[in-house]
């Protein structure tokens, strides 16, 4: 086996408060069920030198590569509005960097951070997130990378009993999350913060490290993270896709999506839909969004006062200034993305109506998401056999079309195939019966979302009736 691969680890050099030396659990009975070639390669990691078994015991934590020193990350966070002052990698481990990237495993036993919970993960989540996050990467959306899944060979008990246990291993441009900076702000560790601060810099925007003051640091930082996140969230929202769990432990400084725990995409249009079982009063609901990711930007602003300046009145004035006004710009961030979605190229303000407009009846006449945006040369084209005709359609139609000159690009702006809930849900069941077909199945046709291809006509269609899936659990 050769073992030239050797792993890096800038967390390492940072200060011992930041993270926990761990080892995994023991999983005798692992194997292996998904692993992504193409990202192994992008990587750098020759896979082909290693067999499944090898790959099993890597990914399972069990072999260490040169250079792992495995460890659980410190964080706090807001959950749902809350404070909380130690959260942590409960169930997760950081194996090491491979070029610039993180390689962390999911639900690989207890770390210090675990609290009561038992460090490991079902099966669901792990396939869910593998092919969620793997499709977002396909759909143009910044997001972690799945690399591989692993069926642990042990149960675990979760909210509707026995399950199979399962380990994920995920990519990402880092693990540092607007929590993290919490973490050291609850403690009052500015000292921590600063490091962080210039630890996050180097990683994610490195364009900022000529400025030498913190104070200019810190503010290069937030409007930097919020442009991304605006931007971000307006990718979402041109998917259709719901978070449902946007604490600020779960949003990333690099300002891409993480943690897809009861994460759903919409089937039928509705503005405040919400799907998470825990979300009760709608605060992570598709159209709330904006306001949340603005909210969550704000309270990383909070850690950062203290750098921005002495005085806590003048620190928060300049971040009012500064930042305030980007915030305010994400609402028009996403409404540019649907009037782009729509074939509105040159954005005018006139055209927010346009955009509000079809949202309105989609949500009206409950049509499914995807296909009302999938569907439009045909509006234009007068051939449509998809919308139904009412006043409202025909009111957004003549605006529409005097506002777009061509649909012939559209398709390669509004996908076809999506990871539509009921396909997640049915590629987990047949997962746990040990059936990893229509999951590889439906990984392939998510490699091409914006390709039509008539063999693939049943994951185009929205669910039946009976394949409905209304609520989503984040099952750990
Ligand atoms: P999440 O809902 O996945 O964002 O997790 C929130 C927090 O709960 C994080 O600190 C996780 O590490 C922790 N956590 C979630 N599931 C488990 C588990 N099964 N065992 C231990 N900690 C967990
Ligand atoms: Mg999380």
New binding site residues.
């Given amino acids: 086996m050769s073992k030239e691969i050797d792993l890096e680890s800038s967390y390492l050099k940072l200060p011992p408060v930041f993270y926990q030396r761990v080892q995994a659990a023991s999983f005798p009975e692992a194997s292996l069920l998904l692993f992504n070639e193409s990202l192994a390669l992008e990587l750098g990691f020759p896979y082909q030198n290693y067999s499944a078994e090898e790959l099993t015991s890597i990914f399972s934590g069990k072999t260490l590569l040169k250079g792992s020193t495995p460890i ?1 990350l410190a ?1 706090a ?1 807001f ?1 749902f509005g809350h404070p ?1 002052a130690s ?6 481990l950081l194996l090491g960097e491979l070029k610039g990237f993180d390689i962390q495993l999911k ?1 690989s036993g ?2 210090p ?9 079902a099966l669901g989540p792990v396939i869910r997130e593998y092919i969620v996050s793997e499709a977002m990467n396909r759909l143009g959306i910044p997001t972690t990378r799945a690399l591989c899944a692993l069926r642990s060979g042990e149960e ?1 008990y979760r909210q509707f009993g026995e399950e199979p246990g399962g380990i994920f291993t995920r990519v990402a441009p880092s693990h540092i999350r607007v929590g993290t900076f919490q973490y050291f702000a609850f403690k009052n560790d500015i000292d921590s913060i600063t490091k962080l601060l210039n630890y996050t810099l180097e990683r994610h925007y490195p364009e900022h490290l000529n400025l030498s003051s913190m104070a200019e640091r810190a503010m290069a930082l937030l409007k930097s993270f919020a442009q991304r996140q605006g931007e971000l969230i307006a990718k979402w929202s041109g998917v259709g896709f719901i978070h449902g ?1 946007m ?1 600020t ?2 949003c990333a400084l690099g300002g891409f999506t993480i ?1 897809y ?1 009861p994460c759903a995409f919409l089937d039928e249009f509705k503005f405040y839909k919400v799907f998470s079982s825990i979300d009760e009063r709608g605060r992570y609901s598709f159209f709330n969004q904006v306001p949340i990711i603005q909210w969550n930007v704000l309270r990383l602003a909070d850690t950062l006062l203290p750098l921005i300046d002495a005085n806590e009145s003048q620190a928060i004035k300049k971040v009012e200034q500064e930042l305030i006004p980007l915030l305010e710009n994400f609402t028009e961030l996403r409404t540019r993305e649907f009037a782009r979605k729509l074939g509105i190229n040159e954005f005018v303000q006139e055209d927010t109506l346009i955009v509000t407009e079809f949202l309105e009846y989609l949500e009206k006449e409950s049509l499914d998401f995807t296909l009302s945006f999938r569907n439009l040369p045909s509006l234009y084209n007068d051939t449509n056999i998809f919308y139904p005709k009412t006043k409202e359609l025909d009111s957004f139609v003549t605006k529409w079309k005097q506002r777009v000159q061509s649909v012939e690009h559209l398709d390669s702006i509004n996908p076809i195939y999506i990871p539509r809930n009921h396909l997640v849900q049915k590629a987990i069941e047949l997962s746990y019966q040990g059936d990893m077909s229509f999951c590889k199945k439906l990984l392939t046709v998510l490699d091409s979302p914006f390709q039509e291809r008539e063999e693939y006509k049943e994951f185009s269609l929205p669910p039946l009736q009976q394949e409905r899936v209304e609520r989503t659990f ?1 099952g ?1």
Avoid: P
């Avoid at 951070?113 to 993960?121: E, V």
């Fill in positions: 659980a964080y966070g959950q909380v959260l942590g990698d409960g169930r997760a639900g207890v770390t951070f675990s609290r009561r919970g038992d460090g490991l993960s675990v769990v604490n432990d779960n943690d725990g984040c750990t």
